[in-house]
């Protein structure tokens, strides 16, 4: 069974590939809440629901967050009445939220209330979020300490981030489903996908206990850098690292997860990376990590398994590649 | 100035008619809240919305109800999630719901979150609730007591109706704007708009004060039977008074105001009514009352307001012809 971890448009598209290479009893996608956040007064999860529309086969191509041929009348009609349309729900997006409100209000926990709509819309792969509890991430600029969609989608990401805090993280534990996996004997690997390690991973990771376990568990870690020849293929890691002091790079990346993966698949455009990588104590992968079709997603999904296998078969001979700082 | 009370689609056209007559500082639409009720966590005013959506042009001329060109992919999406659809709500009327809980939200009453929709979407009139405070209707029904929606729109009107009850119309008290013009020195007329007597305009009636205020000023109250040839126009006037044990008549409609309306206007099919009516202690006068366009409200708004200045001067004369019971 594959753990995978992942935030919005690239994570949700390698767990879609691993969807499409793994049946629903071996994969679960354990996906970001540090985006969330009530909008509207509708409990809004940007990671958890473009996961699940990808799934669905239901996502936007072009955008990659959002429904397919969605419709934004009452978005339209809103701004008309003077309401807030920074944040821009689509008709039938909504109805996600207002669903997940009401099974919210039932008492249902996150996780039960996305198995809810993901079954509701044909989801057959387990998708769970990081946690049930109250996580935020909030990003300090240089005008202050903002929420992260005020940042994100208000702001466009144009201030300079100084720094990331994930409130609450501490006291969250991880949902049920990810504790268990996290303890199962079964897990084969666990997958970091292509995400913002910042944004989307970073967050994860912070939940209480979910850095400890990662790196006590005796199975491979995986993740697959999401800069790709210097830059992200999506979104704004680029930026964030050059904010952060650090150049955008697929080493880089590897810096960030030293001590915690063993493995760490880049694009043939960084193979230049690969031995000092290699040097930081994880196994590099070299090849295509750009998604642009269902192939793709399936094919590195693949090779992502493959070198998890490999690290196994390395582990049960004795020599564990690991060198993990933790 | 001129009070119209009104309830949905029969109410709704006669306001328009008198919007077309009278310039905005001589109107005030008082319209009922017993309809109002919170679903999938917003705060949805059915009248309210009727007359608001009326008055801007905005109306679906089929249903009288709802948004001309409404578009359905947020209830056909939440559908598709499990979620509740007997109450449907259009993509643009939504909007408006999701606007009122912002307002509310922020601390505005219902009378101040109306008035910024109402002027978001142009109307020059003012529109108010009849009160800002709770108020919900409940019907008896032979299966025991339901919320006003349950019965009106998820049981479309099917059980036995065998009474009502405005929870919280003692406590509650007129609107400001309601309260100030009932005492304006400028007030002219009150008009009961052709809603339904029982549903629509008894819990306005119902609100703290309110009847022994339109029974204590000096001004004509005029009503428009809403009942036509022992039919309603729209809606189950009709079944209810048949429910209620009296005959679906302009008379039993004379009746039901009794004592608190010096004048009846009734449709040429009922013509036969006017002397009973006369004899019950108000003026009846005949004309045609079923609205098919707008030159049609506004011909029957200005019928209306011909026969509130005629009471008034009939009254200034010394000679009024109110025999009010109460």
Redesign the interface.
């Known amino acids: 069974m594959i753990i995978a971890l992942a935030g919005g448009v690239g994570g949700a598209k390698l767990v879609h590939g691993l969807a499409q290479t793994l049946p629903p009893e071996r994969l679960l996608a354990v996906v970001n809440t540090g985006d969330d956040f009530t909008h509207?007064?509708?409990p809004v999860c940007p990671d958890l629901d473009t996961v699940m529309y990808t799934l669905a086969g239901l996502a936007n191509p072009e955008t990659g967050w959002g429904i397919a041929g969605e419709?934004w009348?009452?978005?339209?009609?809103?701004g008309?009445?003077?309401?807030?349309t920074w944040f821009r729900l689509g008709?039938?997006?909504?109805?996600?939220h207002?669903?997940r409100?009401?099974l919210l209000?039932a008492g249902l926990s996150l996780s039960a209330a996305t198995r809810?709509?993901a079954s509701?819309?044909g989801v057959r792969h387990r998708l769970v979020p990081a946690t049930d509890d109250p996580l935020r991430t909030r990003v300090t600029t240089d005008a202050g300490e903002i929420d992260f969609q005020d940042y994100f989608v208000r702001q466009q990401c144009r201030p300079t981030l100084r720094a990331l805090r994930f409130e609450g993280a501490a006291q969250a534990r991880p949902s049920p489903a990810f504790a268990e996996a996290l303890a199962d004997p079964a897990l084969e690997a666990v997958v970091i996908c292509p995400s913002n390690p910042y944004l989307s991973i970073d967050p994860v990771l912070a939940i209480g206990g979910v850095r400890e376990a990662l790196t006590a568990i005796d199975v491979p870690v995986i993740a697959v850098s999401p800069i790709v020849g210097g830059q992200a293929i999506k979104g704004p890691a680029a930026k964030i690292m050059r904010e952060l002091g650090r150049e955008p790079s697929a080493l880089e990346v590897a810096r960030h997860y030293r001590g915690l993966v063993d493995g760490l698949v880049i694009d043939t455009a960084d193979a230049g990376d690969a031995n000092a990588i290699a040097a930081l104590g994880m196994t590099p992968h070299v090849t295509g990590t750009v998604m642009k079709s269902d192939a793709d997603r399936a094919s590195l999904a693949s090779e992502v398994l493959a070198l998890a296998a490999r690290l196994r078969q390395t582990a049960a001979q004795g020599s564990s590649t690991r060198r993990r700082t933790a």
């Open positions: 509207l007064g509708l419709s009348r009452f978005m339209d009609s809103l008309r009445l003077g309401g807030e008709d039938q997006d909504l109805a996600t207002v669903r409100k009401g209000g809810e709509l509701a819309l």
